[in-house]
């Protein structure tokens, strides 16, 4: 997992990414299905965009980290497929790995 990827190379079922991204859009969202979840767009040095999304268990861990126009290396997560946007095929997903840190 040493060599970066973009969000281009970015394909499901795999959770071994690493990726340099800005977030260049962040919102709270609140469904009563999902409860508040935290949500991105990130961009990556390419120019790809992908929509990124923390669950409502993560969002405490991870809202000191991110901020609008932040840069980050990301890696560790998940991609699945995205529900009801047809531009949008896949999002990125963030989870905790038993010992890793925030």
């Given at each position: 997992?040493s060599?970066m990827?973009f969000?281009?190379?970015?394909?499901p079922?795999?959770?071994?990414?690493?990726?340099?991204?800005k977030?260049?859009?962040l919102?709270?969202?609140?469904s009563?299905?999902?409860?508040?979840t935290?949500?991105m767009?990130?961009?990556d040095?390419k120019g790809?965009k992908i929509?990124a999304?923390?669950?409502?268990?993560?969002?405490?861990?991870?809202?000191?980290?991110?901020s609008?126009g932040c840069?980050k290396?990301?890696?560790?997560?998940?991609l699945?497929?995205s529900?009801?946007q047809p531009?949008?095929?896949?999002?990125l997903?963030?989870f905790?790995?038993p010992g890793?840190?925030t």
């Amino acid at each position: 997992m040493s060599s970066m990827n973009f969000i281009y190379d970015l394909k499901p079922k795999k959770s071994m990414w690493k990726i340099r991204v800005k977030v260049i859009r962040l919102w709270k969202h609140y469904s009563a299905a999902a409860g508040e979840t935290m949500e991105m767009v990130l961009v990556d040095a390419k120019g790809d965009k992908i929509h990124a999304s923390i669950k409502k268990e993560l969002v405490c861990q991870f809202d000191p980290f991110f901020s609008q126009g932040c840069s980050k290396l990301i890696f560790n997560f998940s991609l699945t497929p995205s529900c009801g946007q047809p531009i949008i095929l896949i999002k990125l997903g963030f989870f905790l790995q038993p010992g890793s840190k925030t």
